[in-house]
Protein backbone atom coordinates (compact mmCIF):
# COMPACT_ATOMS: atom_id res chain seq x y z
CA UNK A 1 0.00 0.00 0.00
CA UNK A 2 1.28 3.45 -0.51
CA UNK A 3 2.93 5.20 2.05
CA UNK A 4 3.95 2.00 3.91
CA UNK A 5 7.44 1.02 4.67
CA UNK A 6 8.89 -1.22 1.60
CA UNK A 7 10.89 -4.42 3.23
CA UNK A 8 13.69 -3.99 -0.06
CA UNK A 9 13.94 -0.09 0.38
CA UNK A 10 17.01 1.27 1.47
CA UNK A 11 15.25 4.57 2.61
CA UNK A 12 13.01 3.07 4.15
CA UNK A 13 15.91 1.42 6.50
CA UNK A 14 17.34 4.41 6.78
CA UNK A 15 13.95 5.75 8.04
CA UNK A 16 13.51 2.80 10.59
CA UNK A 17 17.57 3.05 11.62
CA UNK A 18 18.63 0.51 10.30
CA UNK A 19 21.40 1.76 7.96
CA UNK A 20 23.58 4.73 9.75
CA UNK A 21 23.91 8.31 8.17
CA UNK A 22 24.64 11.77 8.58
CA UNK A 23 21.72 13.55 9.49
CA UNK A 24 21.14 17.24 9.20
CA UNK A 25 17.86 17.70 9.95
CA UNK A 26 14.49 16.14 10.68
CA UNK A 27 11.03 16.79 11.18
CA UNK A 28 8.56 14.18 12.37
CA UNK A 29 7.18 12.98 8.89
CA UNK A 30 10.82 14.15 6.88
CA UNK A 31 14.81 12.86 7.37
CA UNK A 32 17.89 15.35 5.35
CA UNK A 33 20.77 13.31 5.37
CA UNK A 34 23.94 13.85 3.11
CA UNK A 35 24.34 11.88 0.10
CA UNK A 36 27.26 9.08 0.93
CA UNK A 37 28.38 9.89 -3.27
CA UNK A 38 28.48 13.90 -2.71
CA UNK A 39 28.31 15.46 -6.06
CA UNK A 40 29.10 19.18 -4.20
CA UNK A 41 30.37 20.30 -1.38
CA UNK A 42 26.51 20.27 0.00
CA UNK A 43 24.62 17.47 -1.35
CA UNK A 44 21.64 16.40 0.99
CA UNK A 45 18.83 14.25 0.44
CA UNK A 46 15.67 14.90 2.03
CA UNK A 47 13.11 12.08 2.10
CA UNK A 48 9.66 11.21 3.81
CA UNK A 49 9.62 8.85 6.34
CA UNK A 50 6.50 7.39 4.64
CA UNK A 51 7.14 5.15 1.05
CA UNK A 52 7.00 6.57 -2.29
CA UNK A 53 8.12 5.14 -5.60
CA UNK A 54 8.94 8.71 -6.79
CA UNK A 55 8.07 13.04 -5.75
CA UNK A 56 5.21 12.62 -8.00
CA UNK A 57 2.95 9.98 -6.70
CA UNK A 58 3.98 11.38 -3.15
CA UNK A 59 2.55 15.01 -4.76
CA UNK A 60 -0.11 12.97 -5.50
CA UNK A 61 -0.98 11.00 -2.72
CA UNK A 62 -0.01 13.78 0.27
CA UNK A 63 0.00 17.24 -1.21
CA UNK A 64 1.05 18.62 2.56
CA UNK A 65 3.89 16.43 2.70
CA UNK A 66 5.51 16.68 -0.55
CA UNK A 67 5.49 21.02 0.03
CA UNK A 68 7.11 19.53 3.09
CA UNK A 69 9.50 18.36 1.55
CA UNK A 70 10.15 21.69 -0.57
CA UNK A 71 10.33 23.38 3.12
CA UNK A 72 13.06 21.72 4.70
CA UNK A 73 14.95 21.56 1.05
CA UNK A 74 15.26 25.28 1.64
CA UNK A 75 16.10 24.85 5.19
CA UNK A 76 18.57 22.67 4.18
CA UNK A 77 20.14 25.22 2.42
CA UNK A 78 19.73 27.93 4.82
CA UNK A 79 21.71 25.48 7.51
CA UNK A 80 24.51 25.26 5.36
CA UNK A 81 24.28 28.63 4.41
CA UNK A 82 24.35 28.52 0.73
CA UNK A 83 21.71 30.66 -1.22
CA UNK A 84 22.61 29.34 -4.75
CA UNK A 85 21.69 25.84 -5.06
CA UNK A 86 19.66 23.10 -7.06
CA UNK A 87 16.83 21.16 -6.13
CA UNK A 88 16.82 17.98 -8.43
CA UNK A 89 13.95 14.64 -8.22
CA UNK A 90 15.36 11.69 -10.74
CA UNK A 91 11.89 9.74 -11.49
CA UNK A 92 12.64 6.62 -13.45
CA UNK A 93 15.84 4.43 -13.65
CA UNK A 94 16.40 5.97 -17.30
CA UNK A 95 16.45 9.79 -15.78
CA UNK A 96 19.55 7.99 -13.12
CA UNK A 97 16.45 7.41 -10.04
CA UNK A 98 18.34 4.49 -8.23
CA UNK A 99 16.45 4.53 -5.05
CA UNK A 100 12.55 4.30 -5.83
CA UNK A 101 11.42 5.90 -2.55
CA UNK A 102 10.92 9.69 -2.94
CA UNK A 103 13.50 12.26 -2.02
CA UNK A 104 15.04 15.33 -3.46
CA UNK A 105 18.72 15.93 -3.91
CA UNK A 106 19.89 19.81 -2.63
CA UNK A 107 23.08 20.60 -3.72
CA UNK A 108 25.25 23.80 -3.64
CA UNK A 109 28.53 25.17 -1.93
CA UNK A 110 29.96 25.79 -5.44
CA UNK A 111 29.45 27.05 -8.64
CA UNK A 112 27.28 24.69 -10.06
CA UNK A 113 28.04 23.23 -13.33
CA UNK A 114 25.26 23.81 -16.40
CA UNK A 115 22.86 21.21 -16.29
CA UNK A 116 19.82 20.06 -18.74
CA UNK A 117 17.86 22.95 -17.42
P1 LIG B 1 18.80 8.78 -7.07
O1 LIG B 1 19.92 8.35 -7.98
O2 LIG B 1 18.15 10.08 -7.46
O3 LIG B 1 17.81 7.66 -6.84
O4 LIG B 1 19.48 9.12 -5.68
C1 LIG B 1 19.83 8.15 -4.74
C2 LIG B 1 21.00 8.71 -3.97
O5 LIG B 1 21.14 7.96 -2.78
C3 LIG B 1 22.35 8.63 -4.71
O6 LIG B 1 22.86 9.95 -4.92
C4 LIG B 1 23.22 7.82 -3.76
O7 LIG B 1 24.55 8.29 -3.69
C5 LIG B 1 22.50 7.99 -2.43
N1 LIG B 1 22.72 6.92 -1.47
C6 LIG B 1 22.71 5.59 -1.70
N2 LIG B 1 22.93 4.92 -0.55
C7 LIG B 1 23.07 5.84 0.43
C8 LIG B 1 23.33 5.78 1.83
N3 LIG B 1 23.46 4.62 2.49
N4 LIG B 1 23.42 6.94 2.51
C9 LIG B 1 23.30 8.14 1.87
N5 LIG B 1 23.05 8.26 0.56
C10 LIG B 1 22.95 7.13 -0.16
ZN1 LIG C 1 11.01 3.37 1.04
Same mark, same amino acid.
Given at each position: M?????????????????????????????????????????H???????????????? /????? %??A &?? @?? *??G??A?????????M?????????????? /????? %??? &?? @?? *??L?
Amino acid at each position: MAGEPQSDCLFCKIVAGEIPTTVVRKTEDTIAFRDIHPQAPTHVLVIPRVHYPNAAALA /AAEPA %LAA &EL @LT *EAGEVAAGEGIADYRMIFNTGAGAGQTVFH /AHVHV %LGG &EP @LR *EGLV
